[in-house]
RNA sequence: GGCGCGUUCGUCUAGCGGCCUAGGACGCUGCCCUCUCAAGGCAGAGAUCAGGGGUUCAAAUCCCCUACGCGCCA
């Protein structure tokens, strides 16, 4: 991919959180856009909400896109350290640049000291809507220079606002969907800088993407209805505006908007419950995206190669936590099983498998069980019975407690006691040679034997899992599960 | 309240006026494979394309209205 210095992308979170599922495909979005036009990503930290902003955020976030195997090329490096030629890329260490561009806007005419209190034009506004007429015009929009003064003599502290046109219409031609019209003289004077002197988002948004020659501004649709303003203030100001693409949002089961209380919702809460990265950014990919040959799989080189804009999705997307356990299948059976054993360590330690207690490989139990595998946790959910005795399972229970379970253990045990060599075939030949012999239909032995060997009713191809555990193992759990039927 | 966006199987979606008796994927059901469970293979159920009006020889596809959902501003 040869470099194109036009293509600038970013992704431009509020440190207020963890980055959530939404936040992640956006950022993924921007990241596909620019690496497909071999452009470039940028991180940009909106923290001017001192009072919700945290490191602790940033740090998530940063964490979050890593482990999503996404980087950006310019941003914050960590909650320190910054790269880039436009840093610094937190919004607080820009302040002052915004305060040029409103006080520019203020001497320029297009903006003005606004004094009133929110309650008072709310108030305006309610009542001009109950009689049906338009909005009205901005007391302090044509303030005297008498009234102005009497208000900086009472200490009222202004925000600023920046006038929009009373007539005509602005067209934000979407990437996405296409010209959409606002009728100017319905948009209120945007305040542009609060009574504390911070800028709002919209304005510091705009400084921002111009500052840091955004070309394609990606993000959520809840943004579609700011644009206008946005557009006027390039305008304003006199900068060439980027190009606009807003996606649809993601919903919760039940047609809400994605939230806590769907279940997880942060990016790093699908890292701790066992979820492969490459999966759910393979699944947020094709929420709210696809390309027209349906395919359902995508390497990210191909993903780099298929995504478009035109292929986002107008309408929201349900998020579907099914099809993505589905998807971290596929992937996990794609892995080799060193490499399983590698992604599944967290989860193995907890379950106290790591280092592995003596026994058969876990590499060996990775590739046996692979392709039981839906999450990284059931690596250690699938495997611990071969280095361990667990608790039997209901259906596991339930075969050997049959009344013929006892005697075909019995005769298992004296036949394996001392059986050598003690591998796959020449225990299947054995093992069914017995069933023979006894006129036993296969079932009748296989069934039982896994039970009192594994604790399980499902499991791995048995002579194999046999082999793997071991003679000592295999016979010692033979003669346990007899003496406990003994007991009942 | 105003403005904006959206509405195709349960879910993600294909579809840009005739190829649609609406295709694929997840999920679901059944069968096959088989020592169990998975995986895999095959088959099936599942959408009167939100509803109603137009336009057209022909509409899921274009236009209008209504309903519902969501967002923004207030």
């Not at 431009?12 to 470039?40: D, E, K, M, Q, V």
């Not at 206008?228 to 047609?255: N, T």
């Not at 996990?332 to 590698?342: C, S, Y």
């Not at 004296?414 to 036993?440: D, N, Q, V, Y």
């Amino acid at each position: 991919m040869t470099p194109n210095p036009e293509i600038r992308t970013r992704f431009a979170p509020s440190p207020t959180g963890y980055l959530h599922i939404g936040g992640a495909r956006t950022t993924l979005y921007n990241w596909l856009f620019a690496r497909r036009h071999g452009g470039t990503f940028v991180l940009r930290i909106e923290d001017t909400d001192e009072v919700r902003s945290t490191a602790d955020s940033v740090t998530a976030i940063l964490d979050s896109i890593s482990w999503l195997g996404l980087d950006w090329d310019e941003g914050p490096l960590d909650f320190e350290r910054e790269k880039g030629p436009h840093a610094s890329y937190y919004q607080m260490k820009r302040l002052a640049s915004y305060q040029e561009h409103t006080k520019r806007l203020l001497d320029e005419g297009t903006a003005y000291p606004c004094y009133c209190a929110k309650e008072e034009t709310d108030a305006v506004r309610k009542e001009a809507q109950a009689k049906g007429q338009p909005m009205p015009e901005d007391p302090c929009r044509r303030l005297s220079e008498a009234k102005r003064k009497e208000h900086e003599a009472a200490g009222r502290k202004a925000a600023v606002r920046f006038i929009m046109p009373d007539e005509g219409e602005t067209i934000v031609d979407d990437l996405i969907r296409g010209k959409v019209h606002f009728e100017n003289r319905l948009a209120p004077d945007l305040v542009i800088q609060k009574t504390t002197g911070g800028p709002t988002y919209n304005f510091a948004c705009v400084c921002d993407d111009h500052a840091m020659a955004i070309s394609h501004v990606i993000r959520g649709d809840e943004h579609l209805s700011n644009t206008p303003a946005q557009l006027r203030l390039y305008e304003a100001l006199g900068w060439k505006p980027p190009k606009f693409a807003h996606l649809s949002m993601i919903l919760g089961p039940d047609g809400t908007k994605l939230s806590k209380r769907h279940g997880a919702t942060s990016v790093l809460e699908y890292r701790d419950q066992g979820f492969l990265p490459e999966a759910l950014r393979n699944y947020l990919a094709l929420l709210g995206w696809s390309n027209t040959e349906s395919k359902q799989l995508f390497s990210p080189e191909e993903l780099v190669k298929a995504f478009d804009l035109p292929g986002c999705q107008k309408n929201p997307a349900t998020f579907d936590p099914v099809k993505l356990a589905w998807m971290n299948g596929e992937y996990m059976r794609a892995l080799a099983p060193a490499e399983i054993v590698k992604r599944a360590e967290p989860f193995l330690k907890k379950a106290g498998l790591f280092p592995p207690p003596p026994g058969p490989s876990l590499e060996r139990l990775a590739a046996l069980e692979r392709e039981k595998f839906k999450l990284l946790p059931d690596v250690p959910g699938r495997v611990d019975f071969f280095y361990r005795e667990t608790e039997l399972t209901d259906k596991a229970r339930k075969t050997l407690s049959a009344p013929e379970a006892k005697p075909v253990l019995a005769g298992l045990a004296g036949l394996l006691a001392s059986f050598e060599p003690f591998t796959e075939k020449p225990l299947e030949e054995a093992i069914r040679g017995f069933c023979a012999a006894r006129a036993l239909k296969p079932g009748q032995v296989f069934h039982p034997l896994r039970a009192a060997v594994s604790g399980r009713a499902d499991g791995p191809t048995l002579f194999l899992m046999l082999e793997l555990m071991g003679r000592e193992t295999v016979v010692a759990r033979l003669r346990g599960a007899m003496s406990k039927l003994g007991q009942s």
